[in-house]
Nanobody
Framework: QVQLVESGGGLVQPGESLRLSCAAS????????MRWYRQAPGKERELVAT????????NYADSVKGRFTISRDNFKNTMHLQMNSLTPEDTAVYYC???????WGQGTQVTVSS
């Protein structure tokens, strides 16, 4: 069955970095564009970044542009989100999703606090 498993979240201080991973299985990972979303407490889920199936094009929310980098390794069926210069406003549960399907991971918590 389809599985998306996020990892790499944690508690960091403002200005620090984290690298999230999404491990995919149960489908042909290289055939699908992928997305990272996040949901902060009391807020709607927000699209963070998108990457094409072969990784040749990416898009970012204005709030993370220049700080976050989405990437993927189709040989390892994994996707990553490198997050730099984190701020408290980045605190949220981060989810990976297959763009064309309603397939979501369980999420990983990112907390940015001093």
């Amino acid at each position: 069955q389809v599985q998306l498993v996020e990892s790499g979240g944690g508690l960091v201080q403002p200005g620090e970095s984290l690298r999230l991973s999404c491990a995919a299985s149960g489908f042909t990972f290289s055939a699908y564009a992928m997305r990272w979303y996040r949901q902060a407490p009391g807020k709607e889920r927000e699209l963070v970044a998108t990457i094409t199936s072969v990784g040749d094009s990416t898009n970012y929310a204005d709030s993370v542009k220049g700080r976050f980098t989405i990437s993927r390794d189709n040989f390892k069926n994994t996707m990553h989100l490198q997050m730099n210069s984190l701020t408290p406003e980045d605190t949220a549960v981060y989810y990976c999703k297959v763009l064309a399907k309603n397939w979501w991971g369980q999420g990983t918590q990112v907390t940015v606090s001093s």
